[in-house]
């Protein structure tokens, strides 16, 4: 019988100070230097006989196509596997290089940097990666506290963490894989250092194992209701409370798993651009969307006002802009005995994970974003009505939502 392999490590990626963060346009200046190292983490399961798959999740606000096919290149050499094996993944946190991935979407300008992404990329592909055998096992558990619906407090938000734990067999805790739905995002505009935000933090706590974290439908999932704060202290706080119920978790019995390594399946599927408003109409969102703003306001109905005047002066960017027609979506489910993740390059809302693992098949599925590029928003009929800030810049109406969602639980139980 083949035996489940892992090779896990976490490499420190973060970039020296003098660049520009990605993840808020107010922001005035560049990186002053880093209050939390940013990782790239690699958690490869695999047997003699079989590749297997290899997880790789950075510290960025997402990795775009370039950034993807580099990254999955450079992965699947250093572990002698081919790159449509690695699955590549952004944590979503907003204190992390612009210039790594260059532009994610016309609200924030931005060109990739070479002095940024090619030590990045170097670095990947030097990775050490000697396999040793482990024993795989499957928990969830319930966090509350660290995020919420960020337009009402009571909104949909899937609210578990979902633990891939790896045992070598004297029982020791090798690696763990963990999603969980919120943006990183405790660190404001005001922020000039690098941090992996809580994230990071939760990961540090979880040590000496290596630590993977996949970021879920978090489209309009954020701390916003429950941060007390925007520093280092609450980083720490919110980082700490979900690795509190990680290792409870962890402490508890779990689902084994198969020694057999985890299969991937990969698709495309191409999605037309929404029509964009005329100028003058978009312009006149932009006004009304301002007179709601209360200066100097940062409560959560404040930060509303505030992001929805930035999405209406998204919008209308994207209203001057030269938009393709269409947009490729790479779409790949990876199964591990009961366990299936489905990964999709967009932000999705709560709605649409609870739909996708709804409409599934397989007995656990977890629903992860930002993963092998990004292609922004989509969002629920609610924010659409609304004209929530996602709703404002996203590239896709509500049926090209709705027939990505089709198509990908389709592929996902096929």
């Known amino acids: 019988m083949s035996k489940l392999l892992l090779a896990a490590t976490s490499l420190d990626v973060t970039p020296p100070p003098g660049y520009r963060l990605d993840g808020y346009a107010a922001r005035t200046g560049p990186a002053t230097g880093t209050a939390d190292p940013l990782r790239a983490t690699l958690i490869w399961l695999s047997t003699a006989d079989d590749p297997g798959v290899l997880w790789l999740t950075l510290d960025a606000i997402a990795v775009g196509k370039d950034l993807a096919a580099e990254l999955s290149a450079a ?50 592909a030097k990775a050490s990666l000697p396999r040793r055998p482990v024993t795989a096992s499957w928990r969830s558990i319930e966090v509350i506290g660290v995020g919420a619906n960020r337009h009402r407090k009571n909104g949909p938000h899937d609210n578990t963490a979902g633990i891939l734990a790896l045992h070598s067999p004297e029982g020791s805790l090798e690696a763990v894989l963990f999603d969980f739905a919120c943006h990183p995002t405790t660190y404001g505009p005001e922020n000039l250092q690098w941090s992996a935000d809580w994230p990071g933090a939760a990961r540090a706590e979880l040590a000496p194992a290596v630590v993977g974290y996949l970021q879920g439908a978090a489209g309009d999932v954020s701390p916003r209701f429950t941060r007390r704060g925007r520093g280092a202290s609450e980083v720490a706080r919110l980082g700490g409370l979900l690795a509190s119920r990680v290792r409870e978790a962890l402490a508890g019995p779990g689902l084994e798993l ?144 709705n027939r990505l969602l089709t198509e990908t639980a389709a592929f996902m139980n096929c």
């Open 75 to 124: 992965a699947g050499c250093a572990a002698g596997i081919p790159p449509s094996r690695v699955v590549v993944s952004a944590s979503h946190t907003h204190s992390g290089p612009a210039g790594w991935t260059g532009e994610i979407h016309p609200v924030i300008p931005a060109e990739r940097e070479p002095a940024l992404y090619e030590p990045l990329i170097g670095a990947v």
């Open 258 to 401: 198969p020694q057999s390594a985890p299969a991937i399946r990969r698709t495309t599927i191409n999605l037309a651009v929404r029509d964009m408003p005329p100028a003058e109409e978009a312009a006149s969102t932009v006004a009304a969307a301002a007179s709601a703003v209360r200066s100097g306001v940062d409560d959560p109905s404040g930060r509303i006002a505030q992001t929805r005047l930035d999405g209406a002066r998204g919008q209308s960017l994207m209203a001057a802009a030269s938009l393709p027609d269409a947009l490729e979506l790479p779409i790949s489910v990876v199964t591990m005995g009961d366990v299936c993740w489905v990964n999709l390059p967009v932000e999705l809302f709560a709605l649409h994970g609870a739909c996708l693992q709804a409409d599934s098949t397989h007995p656990i599925t977890r629903v992860v974003g930002y993963t092998d590029g990004y292609y922004g928003y989509i969002v629920d009929p609610s924010a659409a009505e609304s004209g929530a800030y996602e709703a404002l810049i996203t590239f896709f109406d509500q049926p090209t939502t």
